[in-house]
């Protein structure tokens, strides 16, 4: 690991974040934490991806796929904050867009992601249905 990457998870560790009260004694809450702490960094930098791409007049295309990346970050971390029904909103924009078998650009189906998150809060029958939907 190199010393940015250990400065980053020792920082991450120091913070409690506001999502994760309650669970300092779960196994793993280190982990999620940091990983937490991550994907707020990644969603920084495609924010600031995208100002790039604006400012420097780039094809609408490329913005386009830089804002649809963020939003799917922006779920996940949603999701890991426990704002569940938001998370899935936000998939579901993307899944009804969505044709096929496949996300575009060979990425995992919104329908899968919101499925994953189903799961995870303990709704399997409507996770289901999300798996089958395409």
């Not at 980053?8 to 009260?21: G, I, R, S, T």
């Not at 994907?39 to 386009?64: G, H, M, Y």
């Not at 096929?100 to 709704?123: N, W």
Request: no cysteine.
């Amino acid at each position: 690991m190199r010393r940015h990457d250990l400065k980053f998870v020792k920082e991450a560790l120091e913070e409690l974040d506001p999502a994760m009260q309650g669970f300092e004694g779960e196994p793993g809450y280190r982990t999620a934490i940091v990983l937490l702490a991550a994907a707020r960094a990644n969603l920084k930098s495609i924010q600031e991806l995208r100002a790039t791409l604006v400012n420097e007049k780039k094809p609408q295309l490329f913005i386009d796929t830089v804002d649809e990346d963020g939003k799917v970050v922006s779920a996940w971390i949603e999701h890991a904050e426990g704002r569940n029904e938001e998370a899935i909103n936000t998939l579901r924009k993307f899944a009804e867009k969505e044709q096929g078998i496949f996300a575009a650009g060979g990425g995992i189906p919104a329908h899968e992601m919101m499925g994953d998150i189903l799961v995870d809060t303990g709704r399997p029958a409507e996770a289901l249905a999300e798996y089958q939907a395409e």
